[in-house]
């Protein structure tokens, strides 16, 4: 009896096998099966290289702005040699020349038009802790010596107008500061340079990348925030440009100093994209 069941149990198994096999080996149900697979691998290629085509065409493109062959303005040159890290002063005095106004670099903070503050430290947990001050408020440090730093847009814009309520006496006559931070320069030169405006621009030293070092850092005081400051920061006065450069007072080196536009737009961002301009009304 046992070896009957056996038997049964063993042409059952034979039998299911065997539709398995046949399935599987059958020309036109596994042609359809390899069709159906194929097709499936076909569409989901296809679905994404569509995917990555409408990525790469949907990508933002270049502005165009209306800028001539050429253009440049003719701005007072100073030199930033007695005040080695004092571009931002030199750069803004040499933009209230533009003006008419005369003024040097050092008095800005010696008139009182901008306070300079230097560090202190202070222990906390047996730790020595740097304090400093806003650079968007204030000058960090002493632009006369190699250990200043400077400061950035805001603290300019504060200065320029402590300046100006004091030395407009003229009522028929207005100064607008403009903030241009964030534009791009090519809209900067639309809008500005064509109509010869100088503006200010924060990017670096030779237009050489910007970095951070943990050492030039600080706790600002009022905030109790940690500002890294970006090493190489430099300000200059954006003077004019043509098809391949941007050209520029720059206080270290020379009047009309040209540099290559896609290098100082790299720059430019790096440090936020700051920019200030003084419009005479």
């Keep these: 009896m046992k070896k009957i069941l056996l038997l049964c149990l063993a042409l059952l198994m034979m039998t299911a096998c065997g539709k398995k096999t046949d ?5 036109l149900g596994s042609g359809n099966l390899l069709t159906t697979a194929t097709s499936k691998s076909i569409q989901t290629t296809s679905a994404t290289t569509k995917v990555n085509e409408i990525q790469t065409t949907t990508a933002p493109a270049r502005k165009k702005y209306s800028l001539k062959k050429e253009m440049f303005i003719d701005v007072p040159y100073y030199s930033q040699k007695s005040y080695p890290t004092g571009c931002e002063l030199v750069s ?3 933009l209230l020349a533009f003006y008419g106004f005369e003024i040097k670099a050092g008095n800005i903070i010696k008139d009182g038009y901008l306070e300079a503050v230097d560090f202190k430290e202070e222990k906390d947990d047996k730790k020595k802790v740097k304090y400093g001050g806003d650079p968007n408020e204030v000058f960090i440090g002493n632009p006369e010596k190699n250990t200043g730093y400077g400061c950035h847009s805001g603290a300019i814009m504060l200065a320029l107008r402590e300046y100006l309520t004091e030395k407009v006496t003229d009522p028929d006559k207005q100064y607008m500061i403009t903030d241009l931070s964030g534009m791009e320069l090519e809209e ?11 503006v200010l621009v924060w990017a670096s030293i030779n237009m050489n990348p910007t970095f951070y070092k943990l050492r030039n850092s600080w706790i600002i005081e009022e905030t109790g925030e940690r500002y890294f400051w970006k090493s190489n920061e430099h300000c200059l006065v954006l003077v004019g440009y043509d098809k391949e450069n941007y050209y520029f007072n720059d206080p270290l080196i020379g009047k009309n100093t040209p540099y290559m536009k896609r290098l100082v737009e790299r720059r430019y961002g790096e440090m936020g994209m700051q920019a200030v301009a003084l419009i005479e009304d």
């Design 23 to 27: 399935t599987s080996v059958n020309p």
């Design 188 to 198: 900067i030169c639309q809008e500005y340079i064509n109509k010869e405006i100088p």
């Design 92 to 94: 803004t005095s040499m």
